[in-house]
């Protein structure tokens, strides 16, 4: 709370109450307190839970077993992002951070290049697929294009996330994602890291109030 609030005093009291603690144990992950919880994962129905569901019905406001979080975590395909080239979907965005500040909560984004599955909204946006001519993922390949416009308009991508939403006091966090599936680094040993220098400046330059995750 300080780091958001420096200009503020904070008095904390004893408590009996379960604290709601930012950063410690859990969050929902692209879904909001109430809503009912994940499917079951495995590797062949992993889409699942990857893909963020449409809010119809989602919603029963008593799940069991699992308590309320301070944080909803979203991870977000950069093919919902930005659909056609340099058109952005910021009212996606919006909309999460809306929802997540009406359940009480405060939200941490990762914008994700790519999933290991080969279907489209898990890929790579189909327009820059095109663009670089890559060829369609087999499943559980987690790599990313060796091609310097994936970085380079991946790293447009954040910065013109930033420049919308950083400072945004219902934003928690950025959850820094640079290369591979999900953005967790796979074969990153595998690159010069001048290679993917882009994506981690565009994070640097464009969030200065927002905290970054890793």
């Not at 009291?13 to 929902?28: A, Q, V, W």
Request: proline residues 9%; aromatic residues 14%; negative net charge.
């Amino acid at each position: 709370m300080a780091h958001r609030f420096p200009d503020k005093d904070v008095l904390f009291m004893p408590s009996d109450e379960l604290f709601n603690n930012p950063h410690k144990g859990i969050t929902t992950f692209n879904r909001y307190n109430g809503d009912r919880l994940n499917e079951n994962w495995s590797v062949e129905t992993g889409w699942m839970m990857e893909r963020i569901p449409p809010q119809e019905g989602l919603y029963d406001g008593n799940v069991k077993n699992f308590p309320d979080t301070s944080i909803a975590y979203f991870r977000i395909p950069w093919a919902t992002l930005e659909p056609e080239e340099g058109e952005y979907n910021f009212g996606f965005v919006e909309n999460i951070l809306k929802t997540a500040n009406e359940r009480g909560q405060t939200v941490m984004l990762r914008f994700v290049a790519h999933n290991r599955r080969p279907e489209p909204d898990l890929e790579m946006p189909e327009w820059f697929c095109k663009k670089i001519n890559f060829p369609p993922r087999e499943l559980g390949d987690k790599r990313s294009p060796r091609h310097p416009l994936y970085y380079e308009m991946y790293g447009n991508l954040i910065r013109e996330m930033g420049k919308r939403f950083d400072g945004d006091l219902r934003l928690d966090s950025v959850d820094l994602a640079l290369v591979g599936a999900w953005g967790e680094g796979g074969h990153i040993e595998e690159l010069p890291p001048e290679e993917w220098y882009p994506v981690a400046d565009a994070y640097t330059e464009t969030f200065k109030k927002t905290p970054m995750a890793k």
